[in-house]
């Protein structure tokens, strides 16, 4: 799986889109990129993933560029609920493979 | 639907000791998982199973086992307790189809000493 980079945490105001960054470069062409988030003391939670287009679902938007060498996750009116660690993983999509979680961002969402 | 739960939240061992953890899950996944998370680090996979009868290792598989004798339900074993173990347990499951995006349990915290 292609390794990530993100940064180590992010400040955001409550009520404004929190925009969460991840770099990918060295993604291939059949791995998707997965978020998830883990709010403190909790299971990690499924967000989205797309492959080379735009998703967006009920939780959040993903932006992917078109060279596929990064991604932004948009969360957009971030509520204090939404603070948390933010996992930007990319993998092949097949049903045996495992996450691998980096490091993540910490988003703090301040009212 | 309760999604995924595991069972005991928490529990304190003593070195030597053996327990198991459970994992069931009511969403008819096919894949099932074990997770450990120490403090301040991701998560690392221990086993996993695509099917009722089915396991494999993980990352870090050493001192645990695991059986998947029911679809919906996944154990974890250790049979002889050591301090490296202490850690949060998670369980994860995913369906057989589409993004094959996991959903996990609240987890089981561990002490043992």
């Known amino acids: 799986d292609a390794k990530t980079t993100q940064p180590t945490s992010m400040d955001c105001a409550e009520g404004r889109a929190a925009n969460l960054p991840c770099n990918h470069s060295t993604i291939s062409g059949n791995e998707y990129v997965y978020w998830y988030r883990q709010i403190h003391s909790q299971g990690p939670q499924y967000i989205i993933h797309?492959?080379?287009n735009n998703e967006t679902n009920e939780m959040a938007s993903l932006i992917i560029t078109e060279d596929r060498k990064s991604s932004t996750l948009i969360l957009p009116h971030a509520t204090l609920r939404d603070t948390a660690v933010y996992y930007c993983?990319?993998?092949?999509?097949?049903?045996?493979?495992?996450?691998?979680f980096g490091g993540g961002t910490r988003l703090m969402v301040k009212p | 639907n309760a999604g995924v739960t595991q069972t005991p939240k928490f529990r304190v061992l003593k070195t030597g000791q053996s327990m198991t953890l459970l994992c069931a899950q009511d969403?008819?996944?096919?894949?099932m998982y074990w997770y450990r998370q120490d403090p301040g680090m991701g998560l690392r996979l221990i086993h996993y199973?695509?099917?009722?009868?089915?396991?494999a290792k993980g990352e870090v598989p050493d001192g645990y086992n695991v059986s998947r004798l029911k679809k919906q339900n996944f154990l974890l074993g250790l049979e002889s307790a050591a301090p490296s173990q202490t850690s949060v347990y998670f369980c994860?499951?995913?369906?057989?189809?589409?993004?094959?995006?996991?959903?996990f349990g609240p987890g089981t915290r561990l002490t043992v000493t």
């Open positions: 993983i990319v993998r092949v999509n097949n049903a045996g493979n495992m996450l691998t």
């Open positions: 797309g492959l080379k």
């Open positions: 199973s695509v099917g009722e009868g089915t396991t």
């Open positions: 969403m008819n996944h096919e894949y």
């Open positions: 994860a499951s995913s369906p057989p189809l589409g993004g094959y995006e996991q959903y």
